[in-house]
């Protein structure tokens, strides 16, 4: 089986940077494989929230998780801090799939690459509903 190789810092048009704490690693002395999830959660809603798409406690219209992955290429562990690359790679009528690279402090190469799909949905139902043009014109500025 062949494996992709690690992506590069040029995949991506938007970074974040997420200080990782003394609690995010595990008893192997790495960071543990669910905090990755939670770096995804907050590169995704970080972007979101930052262009005015997202409302916590009060859009009508929210994405929900409906699939997410990791695919680990090296290491990364407490002290010190990992840039979040982000893009989007997809956008369909009501879904998103959005492309997370975790790169170490001045690496070029992704210590681990994650994807993440959104389904659009009206909160109060939990049906899909297309997504909201404003925001995909928004997520159209982070596709590659």
């Known amino acids: 089986m062949s494996r992709q190789p690690p992506s590069r810092r040029a995949d991506f048009k938007l970074f974040s940077r997420i200080t990782m704490r003394w609690g995010d690693n595990d008893v192997f002395g790495h960071v543990n494989n669910v905090i990755y999830y939670s ?19 009060s859009s009508e219209i929210i994405g929900v998780v409906v699939e997410n992955g990791c695919r680990y290429h090296r290491e990364v562990a407490y002290p010190g801090d990992v840039e979040l ?22 690496e070029d190469e992704a210590a681990a690459d994650g994807h993440f799909v959104h389904v659009y949905v009206t909160r109060a139902t939990m049906r899909p509903v297309p997504i909201p043009e404003r925001t995909r014109a928004e997520m159209l500025t982070i596709h590659v």
């Open 39 to 57: 770096w995804f959660d907050t590169a995704v809603n970080r972007f979101l929230i930052d262009r005015g798409l997202l409302e916590l406690a």
């Open 85 to 106: 690359g982000l893009r989007v790679d997809s956008v369909s009528t009501s879904s998103v799939r959005y492309a997370i690279g975790v790169f170490r402090e001045n």
